[in-house]
């Protein structure tokens, strides 16, 4: 006997399994956050020969996000960054841009899926409320591998929460 094609008969197992969704289920306590993101564009100089000697150039501003709880309590907020573009055109490679967090020395390569920038918890109007951090970016460069032209990327950064 297929379970598909099979009915239960009578009102009366519809109405209790309404009246068990109805009794079991707890409102959810909306978790609301915004990401506010300033100075989105970001462009470099024109390289010099310091530059090149260096290995990379870096980009003349940051881009600076900030979150803000907006309704709920506490939750865990996490920005992540990734590429939209598989390349910055030509033959240079997406990983050539790469980027750090203001308050870390360490600089990473972007890639094409989502690497955390920074998580924190959030108490709304109270811990970390709100809270911002600044990314900057830098250009690796190559004498041998740099054709000389404009390159262009596009980035996508993301705010993820969960609750505790």
């Known amino acids: 006997m297929a379970t598909v094609g099979r ?3 009578g009102g ?3 109405a209790a399994l309404l009246l068990a969704m109805a009794l079991f289920t707890h409102p959810l306590s909306a978790q609301k956050s915004s990401l506010a993101v300033t100075g989105g ?3 470099f100089p024109a390289p010099t020969a310091a530059d090149y000697i260096a290995g990379f ?3 003349t501003t940051g881009v600076t996000f900030t979150i803000d709880a907006q309704t709920g309590s506490s939750r865990t907020t996490t920005v992540s960054i990734r590429s939209t573009s598989a390349s ?3 033959t240079k490679v997406i990983g050539d841009l790469q980027w750090r967090r203001s308050d870390l020395a360490t600089w990473n390569s972007i890639t094409l899926t989502d690497a955390q920038i920074e998580q924190r ?3 709304r109007n109270a811990s970390n409320d709100p809270w911002s951090n600044t990314i900057f970016f830098r250009m690796i460069l190559n004498w041998t591998t740099d054709a000389p032209g404009t390159y262009s990327a596009s980035y996508q950064i993301t705010l993820a ?3 505790p």
């Open 88 to 90: 910055l055109g030509g």
């Open 12 to 14: 009366s197992t519809s």
């Open 161 to 163: 929460q969960t609750v």
């Open 41 to 43: 564009t970001i462009t």
């Open 121 to 123: 918890i959030v108490v």
């Open 57 to 59: 150039v870096n980009s």
């Open 7 to 9: 009915k239960i008969s």
